[in-house]
């Protein structure tokens, strides 16, 4: 239903490359690929196991399932406003002080971090719904 | 027809000649009504107090005496001690603990450890603290970091510190610390994380731990003897044999296996013997965890000194839902099925209520103490067991269609169980149980996880809602015939009853709401006799006391715990705070944050 537009949106940055849209959904992997897909709850294989990162990280218990923030923040707002490159470092170092703890030692989370990037970011642009996603074929 | 408690009040056992007691002072002060002294108000977890110049007549004219704000927001468990002319209270984290005089209600003093929070996204369900200890002088204190503190009473200065664990590895404390003899007890938590759960005893003038027993893992390391450590088995008791929690994990699985220890514990001076009960296994995905998982959601009885399990009794063999054994054990000498026994009464979160004998761990009644319970048909007497409907299995080893990614719906009770911490209370006038009930169901999906140290360790995504074809309320306040293994009485509430109960000599039982009202309630039928709306939520425990010639009742209101997390934490969706949220959503019409003890007397 509401996942077809945003698909178009996504081919439609394809053919123009790294120009950056509206939206949101316009940022791109590093290779000019778009940073995800979706259609309804079907994700791309990435994005995929970026959700499952999350999911098994339980980040559920402090930013809530939907993202929507409890006692840590609203990651819907956050990745509006953390490039890339903070999100990452404020995962992997943590911010001891305001309770969040950094994952660095955790494999799942430095073989993901791109994908955990991309589902968040997904989220965030309220392309991706919140809950159980599938696999894209 | 019912049982009748047989004996008058006094403790007996701690009258009984030449019986040793090390800390004779708590013995004495507990049998004092006037005093509040343990968390419970007394070892045996009763609940109960003998004062009665409120009673179901006058109840209603109950007014507020004073009230203190903690100045601490977040969930507000337990309740105040009452020594002499002072009353101590403790904080959620960063877990203050205040000494307040009776005379003035002015602040003797205050004690605020410093702890690093780090340790705030590491505990799991909110940063509750469930009250404080009292022996000679000293008020015990459980931090959240683990750190035991204990302080001098009259002046809250440190007198020494114990660390029962590490934070970095998952380990937190929630639980109340408990003193029975000379020693002060503490457990565990962090289920969620993969730690391995234990009982702690730490001498009480010294802060040298004297012995430490886990839940899981080899014989001596549990502190059982493969011989003499007895088990409910075919009808009978019957020694655990070796290796008897090993025989029942892959690998070295029990070494981030839960069975942690957070709840309430008693303790029979005649015996010798403190109780009490094991967390979940570890993870929430039990096809990553095939076999019974020992000694997880299983019932303790050890030697106070040496740790020695005497006794223990597993309810839920490989959970599959988060039934954690951790509720308290009531220790109560009623007549069971026509003979007096000293039993031991339990209300687990599985649904089903437990009558055993403390002496030996037989098991002598278990049944449903809400009738919406389905995951089990009933509990076998013979073998102990639950017997699951495969229908509500979660785990592939229960059931083969069942395992990660598929969704289990309309399981009773939900993780939360029937009954979670919120402690129960015993009548000895009638031999009766009072108890704060959850109406709530889930729909429980596991995953995969993998294990790191420190890191969550969870494993499955639950929703909960009310109990479906029911009131539509999601709690009930019931009294409970642990003889017949019946509900005698029950009385259907909006939101879960999260509040210890008290009950008390004037024939009134006490408990508090979510949305913030305490109530009175008759002993005999549960008719509504008093409420009043308190600034908050309650998710804490009723006690009662008596200074200068009046009654009090106190209580903490505060919503929080798992219960209000979605609240506490400002979340209000379906999954949120491990999904307890979706069925308490609407709660927050009625109830913000904030702790507040509110006091009450008769005019």
């Known amino acids: 239903m509401r996942g077809k537009i945003v698909v178009a949106a996504v081919l439609v940055m394809g053919f123009l490359g790294s120009l950056k849209a509206a939206g949101g959904a316009a940022e791109t992997k590093s290779e000019g690929k778009p940073l995800y897909r979706v259609e309804g709850n079907k994700v791309d294989p990435d994005t995929l196991a970026g959700w499952k990162t999350w999911r098994a990280l339980a980040c559920e218990r402090c930013h809530g399932a939907r993202q929507e923030g409890m006692v840590g923040p609203s990651l819907i707002e956050s990745l509006k406003v953390l490039t890339k490159e903070q999100f990452k470092e404020t995962l992997l170092n943590g911010r001891p002080e305001r309770g969040m703890p950094g994952f660095a030692n955790s494999q799942t989370v430095t073989e993901n971090i791109d994908n955990l990037y991309a589902y968040l970011k997904g989220r965030s642009d309220g392309k991706i719904p919140p809950g159980r996603l599938e696999e894209l074929k | ?603």
């Open chain 2, 1 to 603: 027809m019912r049982a009748k408690f047989k004996w008058p009040l006094a403790l007996m056992a701690l009258a009984a000649p030449g019986l040793a007691v090390a800390n004779a002072e708590l013995a004495k002060l507990q049998k004092d009504p006037k005093q509040w002294v343990m968390p419970a108000g007394n070892f045996y977890n009763w609940r109960y107090s003998e004062l009665k110049q409120i009673n179901k007549d006058n109840v209603k004219n109950l007014r507020v005496a004073w009230t203190f704000s903690t100045g601490v927001l977040r969930g507000h468990e337990g309740g105040p001690l009452v020594i002499g002319d002072t009353l101590y209270l403790h904080t959620p984290f960063p877990n203050k603990v205040f000494a307040i005089s009776l005379d003035d209600y002015s602040i003797k003093w205050k004690y605020e450890p410093k702890q690093d929070p780090s340790v705030i996204p590491v505990m799991c369900c909110d940063t509750v603290n469930r009250g404080l200890a009292y022996a000679e002088g000293k008020i015990f204190l459980q931090q959240a970091d683990t750190t035991l503190v204990a302080l001098d009473a009259k002046t809250g200065k440190v007198i020494w510190k114990a660390v029962n664990g590490n934070p970095k590895i998952g380990e937190t404390n929630t639980n109340a610390p408990h003193v029975f003899k000379d020693k002060v007890f503490t457990g565990i938590s962090g289920g969620e994380f993969g730690v391995r759960g234990f009982m702690a005893a730490y001498d009480i003038n010294t802060g040298k731990l004297v012995w430490k027993c886990y839940s899981t893992g080899p014989d001596d390391e549990m502190c059982f003897d493969p011989d003499k450590t007895m088990t409910w088995t075919n009808g009978k008791m019957a020694p655990v044999g070796k290796d008897s929690s090993l025989k029942t994990w892959q690998g070295d699985q029990w070494k981030i296996g839960g069975g942690t220890t957070w709840g309430w514990y008693s303790y029979d001076p005649e015996l010798n013997l403190m109780y009490y009960g094991s967390g979940n296994p570890s993870t929430w995905n039990p096809s990553q965890r095939p076999g019974d998982n020992k000694w997880s959601m299983t019932i303790f009885a050890r030697d106070v000194d040496t740790g020695k399990a005497k006794w223990v009794y597993q309810m839920t063999p490989h959970d599959e839902w988060d039934y954690d054994g951790v509720n308290e054990m009531i220790l109560a000498d009623i007549t069971v099925k026509g003979k007096k026994r000293k039993a031991l009464v339990h209300f687990d979160r599985n649904g089903f209520a437990y009558t055993l004998d403390r002496v030996t761990g037989e098991l002598l009644v278990a049944e449903k103490y809400d009738p919406k319970v389905n995951w089990a048909t009933h509990v076998d007497m013979k073998t102990g067991r639950p017997q699951v409907v495969a229908k509500y299995a979660t785990s592939k080893h229960t059931s083969p269609d069942r395992g990660p990614d598929i969704n289990v719906k309309g399981i009773c009770p939900a993780a939360l169980g029937s009954k979670d911490q919120q402690p129960a209370a015993f009548n000895p006038k009638n031999g009766l149980f009072y108890v704060p009930t959850n109406h709530v169901c889930m729909d429980y999906e596991p995953f995969k996880v993998e294990y790191v140290a420190g890191q969550p360790y969870v494993g499955a995504t639950l929703s909960m809602y009310p109990a479906p074809d029911s009131h539509g309320g999601m709690g009930n306040f019931i009294i409970w015939d642990a003889d017949k293994g019946k509900i005698v009485a029950s009385k259907p509430e909006k939101f879960s009853v999260w509040s210890g109960a008290l009950v008390t000599a004037g024939d009134v039982a006490f408990y508090g709401t979510l949305d913030g009202y305490i109530k009175a309630v008759d002993t005999k039928d549960l008719k509504e006799l008093w409420k009043f709306k308190t600034p908050s939520g309650i998710i804490g425990n009723i006690t009662t006391w008596e200074y200068k010639g009046k009654q009090y009742i106190g209580v903490l209101s505060g919503i929080g715990g798992w219960a209000g997390i979605g609240l506490a934490a400002g979340l209000e969706k379906d999954t949120d705070g491990l999904g307890a949220v979706g069925g308490y959503k609407e709660l927050a019409r009625y109830t913000d944050l904030g702790g507040v003890l509110t006091v009450f007397s008769l005019p």
